[in-house]
């Protein structure tokens, strides 16, 4: 997932230049009974809805450091 994020990151500032607001915002695709749901679709929750945005600010809060400015929400 993290090769992924960089991926996307990386064209966004080839297209559109430098990034200065990151938003971190996903939802998750699991649906069932909270007994009935397996452990690993936990974790596929767990790393769709924080792992996904630490890979994001990963990203892209070197470059902003270095310009001196952009916002992680």
Same mark, same amino acid.
């Given at each position: /997932? #993290?090769?992924?994020?960089? +991926?996307?990151?990386? @064209?966004?500032? %080839?297209?559109?230049?430098?990034?200065? *607001? #990151?938003?971190?915002?996903? @939802?998750?695709?699991? @649906?069932?009974?909270?007994?009935?749901?397996?452990?690993? #679709?936990? +974790?596929?929750?767990?790393?769709? /809805?924080? /792992?996904? *945005?630490? @890979?994001?600010?990963?990203?892209? %809060?070197?470059?902003?450091?270095?310009?001196?400015?952009? +916002?992680? *929400?």
């Amino acid at each position: /997932m #993290a090769g992924e994020v960089a +991926r996307v990151v990386r @064209y966004a500032q %080839e297209t559109f230049g430098a990034v200065d *607001i #990151a938003v971190g915002n996903c @939802y998750p695709d699991v @649906y069932g009974k909270w007994d009935d749901t397996p452990d690993e #679709a936990f +974790r596929t929750v767990f790393d769709q /809805m924080v /792992m996904s *945005i630490v @890979y994001l600010f990963r990203a892209v %809060e070197g470059p902003m450091r270095k310009r001196g400015w952009g +916002r992680l *929400i």
